[in-house]
């Protein structure tokens, strides 16, 4: 069965970095866009990050020039690299892999972040 299981989130002070891991299994990891989302409490789940098979990356405005998306195809892992994070970064972080040719759409059960003094 598909498994995307995150790891890495924590408590952090404003300023600080953390790195998210996300291992994936029962999928034919390289030809999925991975994606990361955030929900922060009584808010929409929106999207962060993304980084196609093809390695092209997006990014939402407000994470742009402090979170960086990668992917290790030989680990089937998806990474989220966030620095100089501030109190509204606090969410849960969701991976997501998606792949329109084989109708693949799979979540991950999240890891919380809390940006806090």
């Known amino acids: 069965q598909v498994q995307l299981v995150e790891s890495g989130g924590g408590l952090v002070q404003p300023g600080g970095s953390l790195r998210l891991s996300c291992a994936a299994s029962?999928?034919?990891?390289?030809?999925?866009?991975l994606a990361w989302y955030r929900q922060a409490p009584g808010k929409q789940r929106e999207l962060v990050a993304s980084?196609?098979?093809?390695?092209?990356?997006h990014y939402a405005d407000t994470v742009k020039a402090r979170f960086t998306v990668s992917r290790e195809n030989a680990n089937n892992t998806v990474f989220l690299q966030m620095n100089s994070l501030k109190p509204e970064d606090t969410a849960v972080y969701y991976c997501?892999?998606?792949?329109?040719?084989?109708?693949?759409?799979?979540w991950g059960r999240g890891t919380q972040v809390t940006v806090s003094s």
């Open positions: 029962g999928i034919f990891f390289r030809i999925y866009t």
């Open positions: 997501n892999a998606k792949a329109v040719v084989v109708s693949g759409d799979h």
């Open positions: 980084i196609t098979s093809g390695g092209g990356t």
